[in-house]
């Protein structure tokens, strides 16, 4: 398909569909070598962890955009991986997320929400390298503006073009330079969705352990379950006991937990909105800010590593988001946590 195949088929999406033309926000990742599993993908987004994946209906659809935190709609296109966020205000757009998104990948993002912005941007191999806000080809900057030299030029030719050509020749710039396609009938079937948590500070940090205690991490990964799961028990309990958390739903997931029973989606729904309430004073900023309260933030975010190490349990103890936000909570005392996660795992050699 050419070029302006590709430019008419856009401008078609968008004069027939109303949400998009309000609101997208459409993220490619081009593999540079193989493909990239869906999991993966999710697991970039938040730096190396594991956000909750669930599958889309219709019911689910409206409720995301309206949930706490970030909805990431994913499919695939040939060997590219298309993240749709619907909103059009993009969480896969910050910085430190294209980051990861673009390692041995490159990464292509435009999104305009009904505030008005609207932008394309470029990363590959870890770094951003040049966006174009507005899709204004004379406002391009970044650490590389020439990589996105013939994108601009395209985006010259549309200055006095009638609505919605720009748009339109932006997504075509992105199929033509990752060989991927946003059909119209994108939303049609059912989509994997990362429900991605609200950030604990504005500095968007990794979730993934292995960027703070790697030998830890990796001493974790090889270890038998039943030395995972004792882990993850204790530092449950500390979180607990510290924060004064004895909240109705963690009393009872927890003592099912300690039991060695596997818990219900009921009562892991009933942990996440203790959770929601504790951090109802951030609601809908996107992240929380901890200067306001301290001891409101630390319990929060320690609440989400008991749920996190809660979900982690459930799936043979294979994954510990929760000590990342657990170390977050501690501060100060994680080291004497740290030093009890270690007795643990010196046991397995003895």
């Given at each position: ?176 330079r990752t060989g991927a396609r946003l059909p119209m009938d994108w939303f049609d079937q059912p989509r994997l969705v990362a429900i991605v948590d609200p950030l604990i500070n504005d500095e ?147």
């Open positions: 398909m050419t070029f302006s195949e590709a430019v008419n088929h856009y401008t078609k999406l968008l004069r027939d569909s109303a949400s998009f033309a309000e609101a997208l926000s459409w993220t490619v990742i081009r593999p540079l070598d193989k493909s990239i599993a869906l999991d993966a993908v999710a697991a970039r987004l938040i730096g190396g962890g594991h956000p909750l994946l669930t599958e889309s209906d219709d019911e689910f659809t409206e409720e995301a955009e309206f949930s706490e935190g970030y909805a990431v709609y994913m499919g695939r296109s040939g060997e590219a991986v298309m993240l749709v966020e619907p909103g059009g205000f993009s969480y896969a757009s910050i910085p430190q997320v294209m980051a990861w998104l673009s390692q041995d990948a490159q990464v292509w993002h435009l999104s305009w929400n009904h505030t008005g912005s609207r932008v394309l941007e470029y990363a590959a191999n870890g770094q951003r390298l040049a966006r174009i806000p507005e899709l204004d080809p004379h406002a391009i900057h970044g650490a590389d503006p020439a990589a996105l030299q013939e994108e601009a030029a395209a985006l010259e030719e549309t200055r006095n073009a009638s609505w919605p050509v720009k748009k339109a020749t932006a997504m075509a710039i992105i199929e033509r968007c940090p990794p979730i993934g352990l292995e960027h703070y205690e790697p030998d830890m991490h990796v001493q974790l990964q090889s270890a038998p379950p039943e030395y995972r799961q004792a882990v993850l028990l204790q530092v449950i309990d500390v979180l607990v006991e510290r924060f004064d958390l004895g909240l109705t739903a963690i009393t009872r997931a927890v003592r099912v937990a300690h039991a060695g029973q596997p818990l219900d989606g009921a009562l892991l729904e009933e942990v996440r909105e203790e959770w929601v309430d504790l951090g109802a004073r951030w609601a809908g900023r996107g992240y929380a800010v901890r200067e306001e309260d301290e001891n409101t933030w630390r319990r929060w975010v320690a609440v989400n590593a008991i749920r996190h190490s809660l979900r982690s349990l459930n799936e043979g103890a294979s994954f510990f988001d929760g000590l990342t936000y657990a170390r977050f909570a501690l501060s100060e005392n994680w080291p004497e946590i740290r030093a009890g996660i270690r007795g643990i795992i010196r046991d397995v050699s003895n």
